[in-house]
């Protein structure tokens, strides 16, 4: 293991050579982990026109890598405690990088979705192990936080940095935005081989002893079929009975999901963690709003490339005022939940997305200064006052022992709220752009509804007093 780091003039807080090393590989992987939607959104108009996808089959170019994400990440973690750590990692990275060079010279959507959704299942294992990797090397007080701090930082950055790089690059080909990750998640693995260390002696001997492949199936099952019934209730019809088959048969996997995880002796996920307040409203309101925001980049960079004329270029900087913010004040966010408390953060960030849906649905839709403007930037601040403030509050909701569980949880939904809300609002769409409008402004609204839940006077003070100290930077 490496060495503990240390301050200048101080034991303890400044790294050693080997740890910057090995906390920069872990936050290059995580920025390419973080800015693989982004990288496909501003592409999906040029992606659609190259290979024939309407809207309701182009957003699986997203919807397919949060399906990867969301479906897989409790099995990833399970995935993680019975190899280890440095393995999966390795193995994970390698994977990506090729599907990222079959997705740029794929030549039919079924394969370019296919390869989405491998990367999603990629960045389901590397980026929770990054966490996990800090918290064995770097040692708990100021040094973790400090490492942690980075790690965020550079996911926090992910999103517009893949808007920028994804705006550059599709202006000379898409292929080249889903190409442009394969070397650097080559280099990434070398410099990994040689820097993550292996896990401890005996670690494997305290692992579940079972995958739980059951429930993994059955939860990624049931979220393929409902982005799927989605997608064709747009083109068939809501009653056809393709449409409807697919619904039920979501239903029906979700059922075998809770079932397997009831029965089961090592459950990937125990479903007595619903019942943990601040966990569900987390849970529920950050996919709210990761789902609304996702759906209106959707509509925008449609409506922006293909009825507006501008380029992708032009829209990956159009979107900074709403990515922008949160990558700037990503080293703050810990004091600001430590001073106000995640609840009234996460009530104030979702009624700043919900006022930006609002403006942008009343309003003509024409201007970007007058009408796309504003939103972005109330989305912007709403991202800076409850992003970190989500994950707070999912976390410091349980003990200790039940924190990675309760990530786990938290980014599930977070990914599903992504799947189908883009799934969603590509079905909605053909009738019109106010009513997809409409649509993202009322889930906006109910995350802002549940976040308002969590500020009655005793669960703020509850929530006060669960917050872990770890979290004021």
Known sequence: MLSTPTRPGRAGARFTPAQWGLLSVLAGNMLIDALEVSVALVALPSIGDDLGLATAGLQWVVSGFAVGFGGLLLFGGRLVAIHGRRPVYLVALLVFAAASLAGALATSAAVLIATRFVKGFCAALTAPTGFAIIASVFPEGPARRRALSVYSLFGASGFSAGLLLSGALTELSWRWTFAFPAPVALVLFGA?????????????????????????????????????????????????????????????????????????????????????????????????????YLGLLLVVTLRMQRQAGHGPWFTGLAFLPAAAPLAVTALLSGRLVARFGPPRLIAAGAASATLGYALYAAGHQESYVRDLLPTLVLIGVAFVLAFTAFHVQATSSVTPADQPAAGGLYQTSVQLGAAVMTALCAAVLPSGQRPVLYLITAVGLLGLVVALRGLAPGRVARGAARQSPEDER
Do not use: C, K, Q
């Not at 005996?202 to 492949?213: I, S």
């Open 192 to 292: 990994a081989l040689r820097l993550i260390p292996r896990d401890e002696p005996g670690a494997a001997a305290m692992a579940p002893r079972r995958y739980d492949a059951a429930g993994a199936l059955a939860l990624t099952g049931a979220m393929l079929a409902l982005v799927a019934a989605l997608t064709l209730g747009a083109g068939r019809g809501w009653d056809a009975p393709g449409t409807v088959a697919l619904f039920v048969l979501a239903a029906l996997l979700a059922a075998v999901f809770v079932r397997v995880e009831l029965s089961a002796h090592e459950p990937l996920l125990r479903l007595d963690l619903l019942r943990h307040g601040p966990l569900l409203r987390s849970a529920l309101g950050a996919g709210a709003l990761n789902g609304s």
